[in-house]
């Protein structure tokens, strides 16, 4: 998976590069391959989201994005963009929600600021800035620059591309134990010791808030009220109400 996931954004990128040396189109002469490129890395991203070595919330980004990915490839085909000034709203809402998206999971996600930066991460900062950069451009490109509506498109979809590629670097290759040396385990070992120390911190995180949940909420005047409040029947009688009907049940059985 690891494999198709990159060759998928090579294509992307691919396509992107061939619709800005092509600019002079219309978009309406290419609708149906980009069409269909976008269904087939959407369908990609579908399947590679749970391969990819992140939490379940980042994860789920991924899937989400696949999603988009893939029924803009329907819409595409379909040929329901034959306004230019749609086809630009439409991707541009594409490449600006795919960077709103991982630029709000970098700040929400505390583990995020715990980890060591790595290129990775900065790739992802860098590719999601460039998507959310150009999905804001594209409502402003007749006052600015101008560019051509598949000039745009293939900004789009080489910037996305660039993101797919990157999605399947995260994917881990897996090589059979038979072959795997004894550093390589070894650092699988690590690797696998820091997912759990991922884990367990955010587990402590949970407990943290539902601790701090809870202290708020003894201290609403409601909460002393329910706890003071006498309950309206005996624990006994409550009891007896439910097992005197069962009991009832059985002896009708039998």
């Known amino acids: 998976m690891r494999v198709f996931t990159m060759i998928a954004g090579l294509i992307l990128t691919g396509l992107g590069v061939f619709c800005i040396a092509e600019a002079g189109l219309s978009f309406l002469a290419v609708a149906f391959p980009v069409g269909l490129v976008m269904m087939f890395v959407g369908f990609i991203e579908c399947l590679a989201y749970k391969k990819v070595a992140e939490t379940e919330e980042r994860k789920h980004f991924i899937f989400i994005d696949g999603l988009t990915t893939f029924f803009i490839g329907i819409v595409s085909i379909s040929g329901c963009l034959t306004i230019d000034a749609a086809v630009i709203v439409v991707f541009g809402l594409w490449s600006m929600v795919a960077g709103i998206r991982v630029i709000g999971l970098l700040i929400e996600d505390k583990s ?99 601790r701090e949940a809870v202290a708020l909420a003894e201290e609403e005047p409601e909460f002393k009220e329910i706890i003071n409040e006498p309950a309206a029947e005996p624990i006994s009688e409550i009891i007896s109400n439910i097992v005197e009907p069962i009991d009832t049940e059985e002896k009708t059985e039998e």
Request: proline content about 2%.
């Open 112 to 210: 995020y600021k715990e980890e060591e930066k790595d290129l990775n991460f900065y790739c992802m900062v860098i590719v999601s800035a460039l998507n959310f950069a150009l999905g804001v451009y594209g409502f402003y490109n007749s006052m600015l620059f101008e560019f051509t509506v598949l000039m745009m498109v293939g900004l789009y979809c080489a910037v996305q591309g660039l993101n797919v590629i990157r999605i399947g670097f995260d994917i881990p290759y897996n090589k059979p134990d038979l072959i795997k040396t004894k550093t390589e385990k070894i650092a699988e070992a690590e690797a696998e010791v820091q997912k759990a120390k991922m884990e367990m911190k955010a587990a402590i995180q949970n407990v943290r808030d539902a």
